[in-house]
């Protein structure tokens, strides 16, 4: 460790750890009840088409509101929900929750939008996640159009069966995309044999776009990549109306981020985003 520390914030990290991990303790257990104290929140970041300005599609984000922890940000409690299990009964609560959403603003008679969900790579793997999706779909009488699942890329390397899950999906009629892409420890193979629908490039190539050569090489091969394969892209995480300026220009048709909208509570995606028939 000793030449680890010989930079001050590494040291000051490591004497962090012990009060960090017991935090993580306590966390968890708050975050054990979490659902039963209403705690928990679906948000809703639009999906911005660059040519219209058009608004089909949200990405539905957790958030916790914890009476002692506060805001904590799901880099955080989600990785702690994986680890312990969480993530099964929280991942279920999501579904339920953004089914919900989307059979309401259909009754409404609303234009019909799309919610993607992030969905783990545990919760993926467990049972038949498939067959769950097709169950709630039916019980809450929604569009499978109107449904789509979010996977990284690094979840849909390492599991079994993941063929033949997402052919499961794709027969349902929900929509596939692989989220971070490009940020994971993978092949390009992957992207030949599965049904994947939508390629979101992360974030990471998007910051300093418009100042990074290489981030812009990046991005503009992803798309150029999507766009080949007959798929569709969307940028992750763009801020600035130059970085949509260029994007645009790169043929890519989606993005998502601060500069359209942060993620909001449904209630704010109604007065803002629909009109009645
Ligand atoms: P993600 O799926 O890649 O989600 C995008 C993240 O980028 C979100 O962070 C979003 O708020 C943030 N973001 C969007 N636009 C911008 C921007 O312009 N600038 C910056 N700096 N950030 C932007 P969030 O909500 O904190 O979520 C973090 C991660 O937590 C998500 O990354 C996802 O992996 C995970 N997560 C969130 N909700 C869920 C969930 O319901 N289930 C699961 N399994 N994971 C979730
Ligand atoms: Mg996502
Ligand atoms: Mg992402
Ligand atoms: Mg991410």
Redesign the pocket.
């Known amino acids: 460790y000793v030449k680890e520390n010989g930079r001050s914030h590494y040291r000051f990290y490591r004497e962090d750890m012990n009060s960090t991990f017991t935090d993580l303790a306590l966390m968890e257990s708050h975050l054990r009840r979490a659902i039963e104290f209403n705690e928990l929140a679906?948000?809703y970041?639009p999906q911005v088409n660059l040519n219209t300005g058009q608004i089909d599609s949200f990405?539905?984000?957790?958030?916790w509101n914890n009476r002692k922890f506060g805001f904590v940000?799901?880099?955080e409690f989600?990785p702690l929900?994986?680890e312990s299990g969480l993530?099964h009964t929280?991942?279920d609560w999501?579904l339920e929750v953004v089914c919900k959403q989307l059979k309401e603003w259909q009754d409404k008679q609303y234009r019909p939008v799309r919610i993607a969900?992030?969905?783990?790579p545990k919760?993926f793997r467990s049972g038949d996640f498939a067959l769950k999706t097709k169950e709630l779909i039916e019980k809450h009488e929604i569009d499978a159009s109107s449904f789509e699942v979010?996977i990284?890329e690094t979840a849909l390397m390492h599991m079994n069966d993941t063929l033949l899950t997402l052919q499961k999906l794709k027969a349902i009629g929900v929509t596939i995309s692989v989220?971070?892409f490009g940020t994971g420890y993978s092949s390009l193979s992957y992207l030949k044999q599965y049904p994947i629908d939508i390629i979101?490039i992360?974030?990471s190539f998007?910051?300093d776009i418009e100042h990074d050569k290489k981030n812009e090489a990046i991005a503009k091969t992803i798309i150029n990549l999507a766009h080949n394969l007959g798929m569709e892209v969307i940028a992750?995480?763009?801020?600035k109306e130059l970085q949509a300026k260029i994007l645009k220009a790169a043929a890519c048709h989606k993005a998502?981020?601060?500069?359209f909208s942060?993620?909001v509570p449904a209630s704010q995606i109604v007065d803002q985003y629909f009109d009645w028939i």
């Open positions: 679906v948000y970041q990405e539905a984000l957790l958030r940000s799901p880099m989600i929900a994986e993530i929280i991942g999501v969900v992030n969905i783990s919760q979010e990284t989220d971070d979101k992360d974030r998007i910051k992750e995480g763009v801020e998502q981020g601060f500069l942060k993620p």
